[in-house]
């Protein structure tokens, strides 16, 4: 949106008053042409400073490395999941199912790993087993006439009954040590499994930004009918991004896995309110179309923050549940003010 | 004889759930001799019972051409002020009512946050199910709490043979359609849920309806959580969890379209039926209770095909009325 053409000014300017004089940012700041796109994606940094600098006071122990480290590999599995959350909200849809594919993914996954001993192998499982129910998810969800969200629910319960059912109710475990060890530690201090989200996020970007099937998702996340006009396959790429969801639920499954030493159907469940808030706390639209995996990364920091910040404080379980989802209820809100507001100027 | 039988076939037409229900019903009772006897289809009203109220709920906020998420959350919520009210031993009367207002306020806040901000239903009510829940979770303790005998009284007591709870089903069943055949704002309602933008152009209150729909299905699953609690006579901290899959596929399989605007109360309370026989089959066949995720997602998933399937054949039987 080019704001710059849009204001007062630029319609009525010749016979226009003197601007009154205001701190207004650098011009290359102001229009949207020059600006980088990365700065927009970072346009809920600030928020995040202020919640970091709040806590801070409140607490003891914020910003010492030991506790960032803490924050982020606790963050890890969300962020993984939102990766593919992110590129299903970017077509305008939504994928209730998460938190189920992190299980059945994750289930997957441990059952393979105990039953050959290789650690590859079972990774291998899980990600095929969940990009298969996501592509199964997705090809439903797009090629017939329904709404995208009752078949997302519906696989909700269909998978995590199915995986319930096939692994008896039971946590698949144990898992070899050195797999544990890929949530506790890695290069630098930091474990593995933070490291794998970052690689992954800076390759999701690059895809989004760069590739014709990233521009593809954003193209039918804008406006379905010019995507279709303008020759894109709009069902393939609905298919297509949540198969890619169903990969991504899959490899954070097997990371909480790790985390968790061994897998059950129901660990994905309480998921996935922060995966979909997190996308939606970066500033993703939740009507498609606008948004990035800076964003997203930005929104799960936040949100990372928010339950470490709520830890330390001693806040039990159930007031931490009231609080994250006001805070994502307000993120949400935010953004449907703002595009209201864009539509009344 | 004629008329009776054009009668048949009107019903028929218009609620083509019914010989499913009756089918489903036989076929079980050849199954299994203990199912066909009165005591187990007394048994399967009254679990159906909730399950109708806040079906009925719901069916008024998707008619609306939204969603809500919160229902279970909603049972719970008022299932623990039941407990907090209880342990004070307030009289049945006052506790009863401070269910209902807080399904009232539970539902006006999602109604509120529907209708005066941009953000979708299915994101606000995400949010409130994650609010409710853990609200009651606060007042809880996460404990299970038994309650008193005259708070108990709705799920045992019973007039003229008939169940308190199943009495108290159909009595909302025939509001719902009463409001909904026979009042303004069931109009109103099935205007704003098949084209919201006409309905602002012709002045009617839109989002005084949409908040009027979220606040009905909030005091009715309060309702619902009272019948449910009575029958088990404690709160659980698993009340009302995974119960927004359940309802909303009553509410589909009976017929009502989830993009708003068409729908049948009737239809819902045979999709609560219908869901509720199926339950207790299950149970008769020994499945085991996650048998019963995989069954009412699998009928969500059929039930929404279809819906959509029927649009699809009409839109295409139209088009070519419309080019000539």
């Not at chain 2, 819902?268 to 019963?292: C, D, H, I």
Request: aromatic letters at 6%.
């Amino acid at each position: 949106m080019p704001e710059s053409v849009r204001g007062e000014g630029a319609v009525k300017a010749p016979s226009a008053a003197p601007p009154t004089r205001s701190i207004k940012p650098a011009s290359w700041l102001r229009d949207t042409a020059r600006r980088p796109g990365w700065l927009g994606d970072l346009s809920m940094l600030p928020a995040l400073v202020v919640l970091i600098a709040v806590l801070s006071v409140l607490t003891e122990g914020v910003l010492t490395p030991s506790n960032i480290i803490n924050v982020c590999s606790q963050s890890a599995v969300v962020a993984i999941a939102a990766i593919g959350a992110t590129f299903v909200i970017l077509t305008g849809g939504i994928d209730l199912s998460t938190g189920s594919v992190i299980g059945a993914g994750g289930v997957t996954a441990a059952w393979v790993i105990t039953s050959t001993g290789s650690v590859l192998a079972g990774a291998a499982a899980g990600i095929l087993a969940g990009t298969a129910i996501g592509l199964v998810v997705g090809t439903v969800a797009a090629k017939l006439p329904v709404v995208p969200f009752a078949v997302t629910l519906a696989a909700l319960y269909v998978v995590s009954g199915a995986t319930t059912l096939l692994s008896h109710g039971k946590t698949i475990a144990p898992v070899p040590a050195g797999f544990i060890e890929f949530s506790i530690d890695g290069p630098g201090g930091v474990p593995y499994s933070v490291w794998l989200a970052v690689v992954l996020y800076a390759v999701a970007q690059t895809v989004l930004t760069r590739t014709a099937w990233g521009r593809r998702v954003l193209h039918v996340g804008a406006n379905v009918e010019v995507a279709r006009i303008s020759g894109v396959h709009v069902a393939r790429t609905k298919a297509s991004v949540y198969a890619v969801a169903g990969l991504f639920s899959a490899i954070a499954g097997i990371v909480l896995t790790s985390g968790l030493a061994g897998a059950s159907a129901s660990m994905g469940g309480p998921l996935l309110l922060n995966i979909v808030g997190a996308v939606v706390l970066g500033g993703t639209s939740l009507f498609g179309g606008r948004g990035s995996l800076l964003r997203t990364a930005v929104g799960v920091l936040f949100l990372g923050f928010v339950s470490n910040g709520m830890s330390l404080l001693g806040l039990a379980s159930f007031d931490q549940q009231i609080i994250t989802g006001a805070v994502i209820f307000i993120a949400a809100s935010v953004d449907g003010i703002g595009r209201w507001s864009r539509r009344r100027s | 004889m004629r008329s009776a039988s054009q009668w048949c076939a009107r019903a028929l037409r218009r609620q083509p759930l019914l010989p499913v229900w009756l089918v489903l019903v036989l076929a079980l009772s050849g199954l299994y001799g203990e199912f066909g006897t009165v005591a187990n289809f007394r048994n399967i009203a009254i679990q159906a019972s909730p399950l109708i109220i806040a079906a009925v709920g719901a069916t008024f906020v998707i008619m609306t051409a939204g969603i809500d998420l919160s229902v279970g959350s909603m049972l719970f919520l008022a299932a623990a002020i039941e407990s907090s009210w209880a342990l004070a031993s307030a009289p049945a009367g006052v506790v009863f009512a401070a269910i209902a207002a807080t399904g009232l306020l539970m539902g006006l806040v999602n109604g509120v946050a529907v209708a005066l901000t941009r953000v979708p239903a299915l994101i606000v009510t995400l949010a409130s199910m994650q609010v409710f829940r853990g609200a009651g979770g606060h007042i809880t303790g996460q404990q299970n709490i038994d309650l008193p005998a005259h708070l108990r009284g709705i799920g045992t007591s019973s007039l003229l043979g008939v169940p308190a709870p199943v009495l108290l089903a159909a009595a909302t069943a025939l509001g719902g359609v009463l409001v909904f055949g026979r009042t303004v704002f069931g109009r109103y309602l099935q205007a704003v849920g098949s084209n919201r933008a006409a309905a602002l152009n012709a002045g009617l209150p839109v989002r005084a309806v949409t908040i009027g729909a979220y606040a009905l299905a909030g005091v009715l699953a309060a309702l619902a959580s009272l019948t449910q609690t009575a029958r088990l006579g404690a709160v659980q901290p698993s009340i009302g969890d995974g119960y927004e899959l359940t309802v909303i596929t009553a509410v589909v399989l009976g017929g009502t379209s989830l993009f708003g605007g068409r729908g049948s109360i009737t239809g819902t309370v045979l999709g609560a039926l219908v869901l509720t026989t199926a339950q207790t089959g299950l149970v008769f066949s020994g499945a085991s209770p996650y048998v019963f995720d995989i069954v009412r997602g699998g009928i969500l998933l059929v039930a929404v095909i279809a819906a959509g399937t029927r649009w699809r054949t009409l839109a295409q039987a139209l088009r070519p009325a419309a080019v000539s």
